[in-house]
């Protein structure tokens, strides 16, 4: 990875933080409204707007708010949420494990069954087997996330009530050891399914696309005349082959980690960072978006530019033709 | 290589569907004050009614008619899809061709930016523009359409960028065509198949995302959108309202569903090679 595509992940991050910083300040109005919304600003007296403005320096020029602003940051002090009632810093710590166990599952299980049954059905190809494969996943990946969760929560958790309707845990239930891990997969088990559901048929489409193109190369003819068990063939050289795409995919995903399960969190009220922009957005608390997003834009640039490094390691021939 | 879009799309099961489904979603829309005796916005007594010969579907907390708001969603939803793609496209095409075309600083500079813009998410561009700018219906497609362009135009500009060592537009150049000639006469119509699948694409996910912000919130609260149905939806969804609850997402269900199955096809046309029925492995 050359020196220019480090300055390009610079500049992408200079820009999350002007866009963060200049958007609510440059709409037309008080900044402060901007910056807290029109609920908090409501309740506020006026001695309270003018000691607000100038404890956060909104007097004072620009560039000055933008330095204050910056070593901000560098401090990790992401500002104060109205809304919530405590750092923004705090609110996020507090949300993104449970956001990390639902992704990681969800991205962890969905690679694995859907690499499987793509080389399975790719190399099936035309067959009943994958024919109904296809057809089923081609469906599958034409509903929304929020679509399958919608049908998940209506079918288990209303209908037949087999599952919570919301929630990581039983709240105030003081359970430890197994009876806890076991209600914390209780609560787990809607939103982990709706998730997989959803990425599940992308890996699947993928895998097969890729093997049915391997499928032709000479050095599977080779393979064959050379007498190896069709077994050996489809993991040994067609399923180790295919796994770049899956690899480069993956890696893709793991940004998404943080807000892939935006939509689906909201819908099962999963404590998690989607649930915690949704609220924020809904009790227009700025300061926790601005927050939100600062802290995402930053882990996704940073797991990108890993990503990046990593992947000529992987494979070789990207090397040449690098940036 | 000449193709045939109509007999691809006529022999491909899944093409069909979608040209099904998109004819379906596309009259609905259409026909949408002819279909129901109520106007989606008008407020009643009736709340929390169940489905009737009445209301078809219902009624929601404020007794809208849930059919009405239902089908006349399925407009926003296709006028957001339509206008999404084409912006996308165009920006896209006057963006990469330009690029291509004039070389130099501009296209080093026009590179950088896409690579830059392609590194942040845009979900959360997006979360964050329209929190602020709360979009009504015409801002939510330029915002969805800015976030989108950069993709598509690296493609294109590839694309144009080969084309142009073409015979066939080498030899328009020996007989003097100048550059905006031969980008109108034979770059945007060999362009034709990418673009057609960029459309596709981006009016695919335009859908889920108009529908999306509206779900969380963020668009204008006014507009009839399937988002906005199924957030408020939710919120009862302990009185077991499937009836509100899955009219809308199944309307955003097939409009995203038409459209992937269009694209898929489309793909399938251009590359033969992904053709069910040849080759099978063992």
Not at chain 1, 30 to 48: F, N, V
Not at chain 2, 60 to 82: E, H, P
Not at chain 2, 161 to 186: M, R
């Amino acid at each position: 990875m050359g020196r220019k595509r480090i300055i390009d992940y610079l500049m992408a991050l200079v820009i999350v933080i002007s866009l963060n910083f200049f958007l609510p300040r440059l709409l037309p109005g008080d900044p402060l409204l901007s910056i807290y919304g029109e609920d908090a600003l409501i309740t506020m007296t006026p001695e309270a707007k003018v000691e607000l403005t100038r404890r956060m320096g909104l007097d004072k020029p620009l560039w000055e708010q933008f330095f204050n602003y910056l070593s901000g940051i560098v401090k990790g002090d992401l500002g104060y949420s109205y809304y919530f009632q405590g750092p923004v810093l705090d609110l996020l710590l507090g949300a993104l494990p449970w956001t990390l166990l639902l992704t990681g599952l969800a991205l962890i299980i969905s690679t694995l069954i859907g690499f499987i049954l793509g080389v399975e059905s790719g190399w099936r190809k035309g067959r009943l087997a994958d024919q109904g494969l296809l057809t089923g996943f081609m469906f599958l990946n034409g509903f929304p996330d929020l679509v399958i969760g919608l049908f998940l929560l209506l079918l288990f958790g209303v209908v037949l009530g087999l599952f919570p309707l919301g929630g990581a845990m039983t709240p105030y239930s003081q359970l430890t050891g197994v009876s806890l891990l076991l209600d914390v997969l209780h609560h787990l088990f809607l939103p982990l399914s709706a998730l997989v559901l959803t990425e599940i048929a992308s890996c699947y489409l993928l895998t097969r696309t890729t093997v049915v193109t391997l499928l032709e190369e000479p050095f599977i003819l080779t393979a064959r005349a050379k007498g190896i068990k069709p077994k050996n063939i489809r993991y040994r050289h067609v399923g180790r082959n295919s796994l770049l795409p899956i690899v480069t995919r993956t890696g893709v995903r793991l940004g998404r980690l943080f807000t892939g399960a935006l939509f689906i969190e909201t819908i099962f009220a999963y404590p998690g960072m989607g649930l915690l922009i949704y609220r924020a957005i809904l009790g227009r608390d700025f300061p926790l978006i601005q927050g939100v997003f600062f802290l995402v834009a930053v882990v996704i640039l940073l797991i990108n530019f890993f990503v990046e490094l990593i992947y000529p390691r992987i494979d070789p021939r990207v090397k040449n033709n690098a940036y | 290589m000449h193709i045939n879009y109509v007999r691809g799309f006529k022999e491909n099961r899944l093409g069909r569907l979608g040209i099904i489904f998109l004819a379906l979603i596309l009259s609905i829309a259409f026909l949408a004050p002819v279909l129901t005796a109520y106007s989606p916005r008008q407020v009643s007594e009736n709340i929390f009614q169940p489905p009737s010969q009445k209301h078809w579907l219902g009624t929601n907390d404020l007794g809208q008619d849930i059919w009405s708001r239902v089908i006349f969603g399925a407009r926003t939803s296709f006028i957001t899809a339509l206008s999404v793609g084409i912006l996308t496209v165009t920006l896209a095409v006057f963006i990469g061709c330009s690029a291509a075309l004039l070389r130099g600083i501009y296209e080093r500079f026009v590179l950088r930016l896409i690579d830059i813009f392609l590194i942040i998410p845009n979900i959360l561009l997006l979360l964050l523009t329209a929190a602020y700018l709360r979009p009504g219906p015409v801002t939510m497609v330029i915002v969805l359409s800015i976030f989108n362009w950069p993709g598509c135009a690296r493609i294109i500009r590839a694309q144009t960028l080969t084309l142009q060592e073409k015979s066939h537009i080498k030899a328009a150049k020996t007989f003097g065509a100048g550059t905006f000639y031969i980008l109108v006469k034979h770059i945007i119509p060999d362009l034709g198949p990418i673009l057609a699948s960029s459309f596709i694409a981006h009016a695919r996910r335009a859908v889920f995302m108009e529908a999306g912000l509206a779900f969380l919130g963020i668009s204008d609260p006014l507009l009839i959108s399937w988002g906005t149905i199924i957030n408020r939806a939710l919120q009862y969804s302990y009185l077991n309202n499937w009836y509100w609850l899955l009219p809308p997402a199944l309307g955003l269900s097939l409009t995203v569903m038409a459209f992937s199955f269009l694209g898929y096809t489309l793909e399938e046309i251009l590359n033969p090679r992904l053709k069910v029925g040849k080759n099978a492995g063992d």
